[in-house]
T-cell receptor, first 117, second 112 residues
């Protein structure tokens, strides 16, 4: 079964450093997403990406964050100057887009755990 | 404001019982509703989707949607210890484009 692949599975970084999280979405999917989940809290939407540009973003996705699709397969999330509160699990997801029923089913990767010290 | 509300639980049921999980959402024009399951330390995994008012059954799972009441529920029949997880309600809200907005999740514990 096709899956969304994320690397690294766990990254430890020092406060103030830049981090890049990588994702390989399912190959025929058109929409890409980043979510984060702080330990014990809910899954929070960060950003959606379609046709090589951001389509939606939440209040969390400020100038510290950026996304890029540098080639035909990878989708990256860059966090500049990390803060302690950026420690979380970051999930990448992808979807085909709206199906005939009008729904957009997201498939999630296994996540990248970021620890900021 | 885009909100999806769930009781955090824990909801404890004995093996073989029916577990009932509930969710309300704030955006009246929402069209698509999803239940995901999340095991501790793992990613969300889709269980069911529902788009029309009424019931939708898939094996031991039944999703129920009432758009007038802005309410969606998930019933798990013949609950098994392997069903013990956090169940996340997710809603595609108009203002969020194609993204899903998640509730905090309800933790289900099934005892053998």
């Amino acid at each position: 079964e096709p899956e969304v692949t994320q690397t690294p599975s766990h990254q430890v970084t020092q406060m103030g450093q830049e981090v890049i999280l990588r994702c390989v979405p399912i190959s025929n999917h058109l929409y890409f997403y980043w979510y984060r989940q702080i330990l014990g809290q809910k899954v929070e939407f960060l950003v959606s990406f379609y046709n090589n540009e951001i389509s939606e973003k939440s209040e969390i996705f400020d100038d510290q964050f950026s996304v890029e699709r540098p080639d035909g397969s990878n989708f990256t999330l860059k966090i500049r100057s990390t803060k302690l509160e950026d420690s979380a699990m970051y999930f990448c997801a992808s979807s085909e887009g709206e199906r005939s029923s009008g729904a957009n089913v997201l498939t999630f990767g296994a996540g990248s755990r970021l620890t900021v010290l | 404001q885009k909100e999806v509300e769930q009781n955090s639980g824990p909801l404890s049921v004995p093996e073989g019982a029916i577990a009932s999980l509930n969710c309300t959402y704030s955006d009246r024009v929402s069209q698509s509703f999803f239940w995901y399951r999340q095991y501790s330390g793992k990613s969300p995994e889709l269980i069911m989707s529902i788009y029309s008012n009424g019931d939708k059954e898939d094996g031991r799972f039944t999703a129920q949607l009432n758009k007038a009441s802005q309410y969606v529920s998930l019933l798990i029949r013949d609950s098994q210890p392997s069903d013990s997880a956090t169940y996340l309600c997710a809603v595609n809200m108009y203002q969020a484009g194609t993204a899903l907005i998640f509730g905090k999740g309800t933790t289900l514990s099934v005892s053998s």
